[in-house]
């Protein structure tokens, strides 16, 4: 009776080893799963000037003291990236390093604007660290308002007559491409898209 | 009146604590600055006081390993191991108050971000019960060994079952719901 109890116990601990291992591989791939059929294009709002139409004009003054108008027809026929970041955001800091790299890449068709609001001591260790002083950050109530920003990291696209090209929340790399994307095949969002052509398969 | 524990089961919560507080001890040392940068988040401390809170505290649950694998000091170890999981749920617990969801909790380990949530404060209340128990002294009992196979089945299935555990809340962390928790709601909309 006893040994027979012994190896049911010993068989029963290596069954509950093997099972946990099983439950720790199923969640794996379900998480793997998760991220596969996440949203690739940036999500747009119902709130906020919408795509198509002119932006508003505002005049700021960046975190050099510069003035600047946004949102006005461009003289040097640039479009405009406006990205509204936030120091507490922390997703907002995963996409500096593309910022940087969209500025070096599109320099002679894209201006590219951080944007974030609050008071400026709360930011300037975010500035310094990231060194976005030089490459144009923007602090400005106003701007985050008038484009009915409610969550971040938000971007909008403007081309070179100040018309929104796109818009959206911008959670990754993939995102903020999607805009361009969006841009280039003439589509509000990646959403329109699906839909259209989810209408086309349809007809 | 002081529960006594069968010291089979005793052993084994000891040895899973001492694991856990290892496992953490080794993702806070081995990338020190995401450690510091998510201590920083949670808006606890001052901020020239997080270099060395990054410091005191995987090493406080280094000196709970060490206390809970020496049969003498085990259960103070335990005991301090609780202690640390109680004022890790309390930071949490102040900013799921505050309505702050998004902070990394700091505690995914390497490249795991991982927003704070009320899981979380459930995984410690369970993780505080079991240190608890594993703070009262074992029962006198011969070791046979049958308890040594108790011991490393036992701890291999806690780990499991930790892992699992874990692995979990970073999937409803990323799934529908729990994803616009992980958005910054900062900013305009709440000013």
Redesign the interface.
């Known amino acids: 009776m006893g040994d027979a109890l012994?190896v049911s116990?010993?068989l029963l601990?290596?069954a509950?080893?093997a099972l946990?291992?099983l439950?720790?591989a199923l969640?794996?791939q379900?998480?793997v799963l998760?991220?596969r059929i996440?949203p690739a294009g940036a999500l747009v709002g119902r709130e906020g000037p919408r795509t198509g139409e002119a932006a508003p004009v505002l005049d700021v003054v960046d975190w050099n003291g510069r003035p600047l108008r946004i949102g006005a027809p461009d003289s040097d026929g640039r479009g405009t990236l406006l990205l509204?970041v936030?120091p507490?955001?922390?997703?907002?800091e995963t996409l500096l390093p593309l910022v940087s790299s969209v500025r070096n890449a599109e320099d002679r068709r894209l201006r590219v604007w951080l944007a974030?609001?609050?008071p400026r001591e709360e930011h300037e260790a975010f500035v310094a660290l990231h060194g976005l002083a030089r490459g144009g950050y923007v602090l400005s109530?106003e701007l985050?308002?008038a484009f009915?920003?409610?969550?971040?990291p938000y971007a909008v696209l403007l081309d070179r007559d100040g018309v929104i090209r796109a818009r959206g929340?911008v959670?990754s790399r993939e995102h903020l491409e999607s805009l361009f994307e969006a841009q280039e095949r003439g589509v509000a969002s990646m959403q329109e898209f699906l839909e259209r052509d989810g209408d086309r398969r349809v007809a | 009146m002081i529960w006594e524990g069968d010291p089979a089961v005793q052993a084994m919560l000891r040895a899973a604590g001492a694991l856990l507080f290892c496992a953490a001890a080794w993702h806070k040392l081995r990338n020190p600055r995401a450690f510091r940068e998510a201590l920083g988040g949670y808006r606890l401390l001052p901020a020239s006081w997080l270099r060395p809170a990054a410091l005191v505290l995987p090493c406080a649950e280094l000196g709970a390993v060490l206390a809970l694998v020496t049969p003498a000091l085990a259960a103070a170890g335990a005991a301090a191991g609780a202690a640390l999981l109680l004022v890790y749920a309390g930071a949490i617990g102040v900013n799921l108050a505050r309505g702050r969801r998004s902070i990394d909790c700091g505690c995914g380990g390497p490249g795991g971000r991982r927003p704070i949530g009320p899981g979380l404060l459930w995984r410690n209340a369970g993780l505080v019960a079991a240190l608890l128990l594993a703070a009262q002294p074992p029962s006198p009992r011969p070791w046979t060994w049958l308890d040594g196979v108790t011991l490393v089945a036992g701890v291999t299935t806690l780990a499991l079952l930790y892992a699992a555990f874990d692995v979990l809340l970073a999937n409803r962390a990323r799934s529908g719901a729990a994803r616009d928790a992980e958005i910054l709601e900062a900013g305009w909309a709440t000013r």
């Open positions: 012994i116990n010993v601990w290596i509950v080893i946990g291992a439950v720790l969640l794996r379900i998480g998760h991220e996440g509204f936030s507490t955001c922390p997703v907002c974030s609001d609050g109530t985050g308002l009915e920003v409610a969550r971040l929340l959670n």
